[in-house]
């Protein structure tokens, strides 16, 4: 057997078509995007497989039948670092982890409601498919009805460039298919270039003051977990939906200490909401960005770091957590 080389492997990820939450069907490859990776890494199988030593008497040491092992009741986890390229799967991304479609401008609400899609059969429509290609055909690795669980877009005007850079996770309840390779990498979809981040961003604000930043990054979490079992794809043991727990965001934002960012200091320990906003536009709300475009219009500040060992000058962190109230929005987005 030959000796692989880890840029030998692609990745594709694509949403799921149809009804497909929990079916273990290949997806076709014009709806598979090619994820361009630094490093691929293998799916995390270790909470995929229950194995419990258990010691019984009559023997000094463990005998082989004292190991219990199963795959039931078992998830799977899919960790990644990206510099963003491609429009079409950092909206795929947004669009998993906030339930929302992502190729406009969205907001998500404190009213937001739990999605109720996630039940095997069912078309859901914010799960994901991810194949990794292995240059060995025949362990090529597909993890179905797939959800980003968290993902962290962050922006530094040293690390390449300032474009933006997605991290996170993609988490599933159903066990990965291991098998011969069914992607033909010619016949994916085209991805849409996407090479904006902080240079683009002409409007950083804070409570509608411009302020200078040199960094800025926010994660939003949102969490599942299986519910019930059932006989999957021929396999037991496999959940009969998903419930995901509370969306939460939250960020950092590193900007260079001036009037507007001392005063931000009383807001933080009297817990004062406040507004932020990066995008290539300033107009609160989005309606005029074109690219990018974050804002938070309610975050409590959760600590104000000045920084006085910079080269750039001195610079404060102000690392936040969004909020929302009924109709109130969490958050505005767009990147497209």
């Known amino acids: 057997m030959a000796t692989y080389s880890g840029n030998q492997f692609l990745v594709y990820v694509g949403l799921h078509d149809a009804v497909n939450f929990g079916i273990e069907t290949q997806e076709a490859d014009a709806s598979l995007h090619r994820w361009n990776l630094d490093t691929v890494n293998d799916i995390d199988f270790s909470a995929g497989v229950i194995q419990e030593f258990i010691p019984r008497t009559g023997q000094k040491v463990l005998r082989e039948e004292d190991l219990f092992s ?19 799967i950092l909206q795929f991304l947004v669009k998993s982890s906030v339930e929302a479609t992502a190729t406009s401008l969205i907001n998500v609400t404190g009213a937001a409601t739990h999605a109720t899609d996630y039940v095997v059969g069912a078309s859901s429509a914010n799960t994901l498919q991810l194949c990794i290609v292995n240059p060995d055909a025949s362990e090529t690795r597909v993890m179905h009805s797939a959800v980003v669980t968290e993902l962290t877009l962050s922006m530094d005007a040293g690390t390449n460039g300032g474009r933006l850079r997605a991290s996170g996770t993609l988490w599933s309840g159903f066990r990965p298919k291991v098998d011969t390779n069914a992607v033909t990498d010619g016949s994916t979809a085209d991805n849409t270039a996407f090479n904006i981040g902080l240079f683009d961003c002409h409007a950083i604000e804070i409570a509608t003051t411009q302020v200078t930043a040199k960094a800025f990054s926010f994660t939003i979490s949102h969490p599942a977990a299986r519910v019930g079992f059932a006989v999957a794809n021929s396999n037991d043991g496999e959940p009969q939906e998903y419930i995901r727990d509370r969306l939460e965001i939250t960020g950092s934002l590193n900007v260079k200490m001036d009037d507007t960012v001392v005063a931000q200091q009383p807001f933080w320990l009297a817990g004062t909401s406040k507004a932020i906003l990066v995008g290539d536009d300033g107009t609160s709300q989005g309606g005029s960005a074109s690219k990018i475009f974050f804002e938070f219009p309610t975050v409590k500040y959760t600590g104000h770091n000045v920084d006085l060992a910079s080269e750039e000058g001195v610079f404060v962190e102000l690392p936040f957590t969004a909020t929302a109230t009924g109709a109130g929005k969490l958050m505005y987005l767009l990147l497209t």
């Open 70 to 88: 199963t795959r039931n009741g078992g998830t799977y986890s899919w960790s990644f670092d990206w510099l963003v390229d491609s429009e079409e």
